[in-house]
C-alpha cells in the first residue's frame, strides 16, 4: 500500500537554528499537507501544497512540493521553544472524496533554549 | 477552518465496556473521518463517515467493533465497542469541507481502558 516516509524520525536543535525535515514516498501524490501535533492536542494544518515544484511560506514556515511528486520539504527558520511538537507530513492521490490522506510516522523536534 | 469539538477529551473505561465518542463541527461538512492514534505513533485512518451513506470501513476495522453515527452534517459518533487494554489510543475526528479542501482535526479523545 501507499506509504510515507518521514526523516529525520527526530531532532534536537538549538533556539534560533533553522531546521529542514523531509517526507517522501515510493507513489505519486496529488496534494502534500504539513501538520504539527503538541502534546494533549490534534493535529493542526501548517501548510498545504497542491502543484507540483509550488513553495508555499506561512510565517517561519516554507514547504515545497517536490518536482516528482514523490517528495516534499518543510523548513523552519530560526527557531523558538513553541516549534517543539511533531511534524507530520501527509499525501493525498486524488482530489476526490475517495482520496484518502495518508500520514507520515512524523518527526519530533526539541528545541534547546 | 473549521471547528471541531470532541466530547469527551479523556476518559478511563472498564475493559467489556463501550464508550461513545462525540464530534460537533461548527459548519457544515461533507466529509467526516474518523482516526486512531496509538501511543506515539502516527494516525490511522478507521473509516469515513459521509453524510447520507453508511461508513467506509479501513482494513483491519469492522463496524461491530467501531460503530459510527453521522446524522447530519455537522455531527458524527464513534462508538468503541467491548473495550480491551489494546484500545487505549487517541481518537480523532476530522472532516474536509470539500474534495479539494485539506483535513481539519479535532483536539482528540484520550481512552485508556484499564
Known amino acids: 500500500g501507499q506509504q510515507l516516509n518521514q526523516s529525520p524520525q527526530s531532532m534536537f536543535i538549538q533556539e534560533g537554528e533553522d531546521v529542514s525535515m523531509n517526507c517522501t514516498s515510493s507513489?505519486?501524490?496529488?496534494?502534500w499537507l504539513w501538520y504539527k501535533q503538541d502534546p494533549g492536542e490534534g493535529p493542526v494544518l501548517l501548510i498545504a501544497?497542491?502543484?507540483?515544484?509550488e513553495l508555499t511560506s506561512n510565517g517561519r514556515l516554507t514547504a515545497q512540493f517536490g518536482i516528482t511528486r514523490k517528495d516534499s520539504f518543510l523548513n523552519i527558520s530560526a527557531s523558538i521553544p513553541s516549534d517543539v511538537g511533531i511534524y507530520f507530513c501527509?499525501?493525498?492521490?486524488?482530489?476526490?472524496?475517495?482520496?484518502?490522506?495518508?500520514f507520515g510516522p512524523g518527526t519530533s523536534l526539541s528545541v534547546i533554549p | 477552518s473549521a471547528v471541531i469539538s470532541q466530547k469527551p477529551s479523556r476518559d478511563i473505561c472498564q475493559r467489556g465496556t463501550s464508550l461513545t465518542i462525540q464530534c460537533q463541527v461548527d459548519?457544515?461538512?461533507?466529509?467526516m473521518f474518523w482516526y486512531r492514534q496509538q501511543p506515539g505513533q502516527s494516525l490511522t485512518l478507521i473509516a469515513t463517515?459521509?453524510?447520507?451513506?453508511?461508513?467506509?470501513?479501513e482494513s483491519g476495522f469492522v463496524i461491530d467493533k467501531f460503530p459510527i453515527s453521522r446524522p447530519n452534517l455537522t455531527f458524527s459518533t464513534l462508538t468503541v465497542s467491548n473495550m480491551s487494554p489494546e484500545d487505549s489510543s487517541i481518537y480523532l475526528c476530522?472532516?474536509?469541507?470539500?474534495?479539494?479542501?485539506?483535513?481539519?482535526f479535532g483536539d482528540g479523545t484520550r481512552l485508556s481502558i484499564l
Open positions: 501544497l497542491y502543484k507540483a515544484g
Open positions: 463517515a459521509n453524510q447520507g451513506s453508511e461508513a467506509t470501513y
Open positions: 459548519s457544515q461538512v461533507t466529509m
Open positions: 501527509a499525501g493525498q492521490r486524488g482530489k476526490t472524496s475517495y482520496d484518502k490522506v495518508i
Open positions: 507513489s505519486i501524490f496529488n496534494t
Open positions: 476530522s472532516v474536509r469541507s470539500g474534495a479539494d479542501q485539506p483535513q481539519h
